[in-house]
């Protein structure tokens, strides 16, 4: 089970950042990945990590501004948002797979766990 918050209201140019607790014991093994959606449209691939991935790739649109990191310790990981735009509100959901290989990091239809979302929203 994930549960991805921490999301709100902020100004262009402020920083954010969003937790995913997950439950369980084998958290580790997981690819872990957050996306993000706008209303009706598809869901976007942010960033993430492939199964015992150490390090996070990331959409172009949001290269340099966010960073994924996780905490293997604590379950949980973390989108640390910087300078961001009114084109960063969405809806921010993070997902897991245990089955998740490089070439399919970017798809959705490749996770079977998700959060329940949380908004974020960028205005001034």
């Known amino acids: 089970q994930l549960q991805a918050f921490g999301g709100g209201l902020v100004h262009p140019g402020d920083s954010l950042r969003l937790s995913c607790a997950a439950s369980g014991r084998t958290f580790s093994a997981y690819g872990m990945a957050w996306f993000r959606q706008v209303g009706g449209k598809e869901r976007e691939f942010v960033g993430g990590f492939n199964r015992g991935g150490t390090n996070a790739i990331y959409a172009d649109g949001v290269k340099g501004r966010f960073t994924i990191s996780r905490d293997n310790t604590k379950s949980t990981m973390y989108l640390q948002m910087d300078s961001l735009t009114p084109e960063d509100t969405a809806v921010y959901y993070c997902?897991?797979?245990?089955?998740?290989?490089?070439?399919?990091?970017?798809?959705?239809?490749?996770?079977?766990?998700w959060g329940q979302g949380t908004l974020v929203t960028v205005s001034s």
């Open positions: 997902a897991a797979s245990l089955t998740i290989i490089y070439s399919s990091i970017a798809n959705p239809s490749a996770y079977a766990y």
